[in-house]
């Protein structure tokens, strides 16, 4: 142990698990700090006050205020007092009682040895019997916080039931609440969570962008970009806390815009478990939850927590929107470049990026591998006109098309909450006769009334018609060419990218030259289903579907009409045939093997039939 000098500056510790209007706690331990400091002589140099931060989730070493001035984390220039809060040196830590220091045993014993370690002597302001100059004193001291630990156990298990009371009856118990509520006091003094305007209002704009096929990384950009706050600001912003200015994620927002919070029911989630029952944890130390399961009163219908923002028939929609999203290709980011990502090189299959012309020069789309020392020899082709040729051969095919809109029908679906039910009932059945809910017992008559609570909930649900919701399509009378005119260059990229459009180049002209076009060009337009779709198709796509029909029954995959001796090399397992000099075919290799048989039979059709004519006629 190292020698200590004559304690002189004290540092008080302050802390408190949660702040409560009726506390006045933190202002009674600095009293009887100070008192203590007067009596022995001490200088107060500062003090380390940590509110709403609980003892035995984090360690002295963990703490925002404290673990600062533990770390030693000095500054030369600071004004020793006890308003002070920059850290400056000290010799005594000055507290109220153990428990506002530590409440485990492992966290006492590691601020004994660092205090030992440093010479700094730990001294409590109302506890006499705390003493660690001897062995008896030290084991009372360890006897002490093992008491505080039990007591935190046992205060731990109270809130913890206190809290699922209060969550069951709607009560907000703290924490961050729900995205679009804030807790408010309602006129019997309960906190509860109410609708917050600004919030709302967002929620709702966010809703309409991702009905209209705005994709969740765009929209997460743009509130980042135009400052708004994340529900985790805006709480502390309503709180006069500091405002982190947290970015926006679409992950955390999908599943904001995916939780029934938005229906104002109450939610729940618990921690996840190994084989050997522990609790799983993230490398932080975080508890790995669960997803979200609703909160149900005895009768098995969801505890409303506050006013719905948004309808049953419009939560639905979302979903089946956002669920929708996961079997497409959404865009990962944004492009201001009509091409980008839809552009490839045809040569080695990297993509293109976007050269902006400087003075006399053109913008251009160049091969990614023009950036290494090997590259392909496939350098750029100017931008525009391959443009040009992408949006002309996409209004070809869709400009005459009719644009619509779609509708949702709510439809008339119990089938999720009866299953639930069933689910519950059989729960509940199983414990029937076991343990506290044997015949007679207290806990059998409450078990018995929720069983026939949820047994009638269950008839009504049987009873009902069901109808599943889905949407259906309404004319908008506008033609796909005007709206594809209205799109911005990012928005319309945004089509081309999740419609599967691929633009291949080949033999672009070297660095610095001019060309008003490339030499070979390749459009791939991706599927006409998904490109007719939220279309009424015109009289163009109606044709070209048709042709598709009959090419699908020959295993054609796609048509070419080129002059090259050799197409480019597919990623997939379909192959070029080329059934005449000037066409080639895009086929599975089944259909190229079916067509090359086909060929062989014309031709030996053909070598019969010649056999049985005699040509050398001499007569």
Request: hydrophobic residues 35%; aromatic residues 6%.
């Amino acid at each position: 142990m190292s020698s200590q000098v004559a304690p002189s500056r004290a540092l008080i510790v302050t802390r408190l698990s949660r702040m409560t209007d009726e506390s006045t706690s933190p202002e009674r331990q600095l009293a009887e700090c100070m008192k203590l400091c007067a009596d022995r002589g001490y200088e107060v140099v500062g003090a380390a006050e940590d509110l709403d931060v609980s003892a035995g989730k984090t360690s002295p070493f963990e703490r925002p205020e404290l673990k600062r001035w533990l770390a030693h984390e000095f500054s030369p220039s600071t004004a020793p007092g006890p308003d002070n809060r920059h850290p400056c040196p000290f010799d005594v830590i000055v507290f109220y009682r153990l428990d506002r220091l530590v409440r485990s045993v492992p966290h006492l014993w590691s601020v004994i040895e660092w205090a030992e370690t440093h010479g700094v002597v730990l001294v409590s302001a109302t506890e006499k019997h705390f003493d660690l100059s001897d062995k008896f004193g030290r084991a009372i001291v360890s006897l002490i916080a093992t008491v505080a630990e039990l007591e935190l156990d046992a205060i731990s298990e109270r809130n913890s039931n206190a809290f699922r009371h209060n969550f069951s009856a709607g009560k907000w118990r703290g924490g961050v609440p729900p995205w679009g509520y804030l807790p408010a006091k309602n006129e019997e003094g309960e906190w509860r969570l109410a609708q917050d305007p600004v919030q709302v209002k967002l929620i709702r704009e966010v809703v309409n962008r991702v009905m209209a096929g705005v994709p969740l990384r765009q929209i997460a950009h743009d509130l980042t970009e135009q400052g708004v706050l994340t529900p985790k600001d805006r709480f502390a912003e309503s709180r006069g806390r500091e405002v982190k200015h947290f970015q926006w994620h679409s992950g955390p927002l999908k599943r904001s815009l995916s939780s029934q919070t938005l229906l104002g029911h109450a939610i729940t989630r618990t921690p996840e478990t190994g084989p050997n029952g522990q609790v799983k944890k993230e490398p932080n130390g975080k508890k790995v939850y669960g997803p979200e399961t609703i909160v149900r009163g005895d009768d098995g219908t969801p505890v409303v927590r506050a006013e719905p923002i948004l309808s049953r028939g419009e939560f639905d929609r979302l979903q089946v929107e956002l669920s929708g999203r996961e079997n497409r290709k959404e865009p990962t980011k944004r492009s201001s470049g009509l091409l980008l990502r839809v552009i490839y090189c045809g040569a080695c299959g990297r993509p293109a990026y976007r050269l902006k012309g400087g003075k006399g020069r053109a913008t251009r789309y160049r091969c990614a591998s023009a950036q290494y020392k090997d590259h392909c020899g496939n350098l750029t082709v100017t931008s525009e006109p391959i443009e040009d040729l992408v949006t002309a051969a996409v209004l070809k095919l869709l400009g005459d098309s009719e644009r619509q809109e779609r509708e949702w029908d709510p439809g008339e679906d119990h089938a999720a909450e009866l299953t639930d039910v069933d689910e519950q009932l059989a729960d509940l059945a199983e414990a029937l006769g076991t343990g506290s809910f044997k015949r007679g017992t207290p806990g059998r008559v409450r078990l018995d009334q929720r069983i026939a609570a949820l047994s009638t909930r269950r008839e009504v649900l049987a009873a009902m018609r069901s109808r599943p919701g889905g949407w259906t399509q309404k004319g908008t009378g506008e033609l796909f060419s005007d709206w594809w005119a209205r799109q911005t260059t990012t928005e319309q990229n945004v089509y081309l990218r999740t419609m599967g459009v691929r633009v291949q180049f080949l033999e672009g002209p070297a660095e610095g030259a001019h060309m008003q076009a490339p030499g070979k060009l390749f459009i791939e337009l991706g599927s006409l289903s998904d490109m007719v779709g939220g279309l009424k198709p015109g009289p163009t796509a109606t044709s070209v579907a048709s042709g598709f029909e009959v090419m699908e029954r020959l295993g054609i995959q796609g048509v070419v009409f080129s002059s090259e001796k050799q197409m480019p090399t597919r990623t997939d397992d379909s192959v070029w045939f080329q059934p005449e000099p000037g066409m080639w075919l895009l086929m599975s290799p089944r259909a190229v093997a079916e067509a090359h048989e086909a060929r062989e039979w014309d031709e030996l059709r053909r070598e019969e039939t010649a056999g049985d004519y005699d040509w050398d006629d001499e007569d």
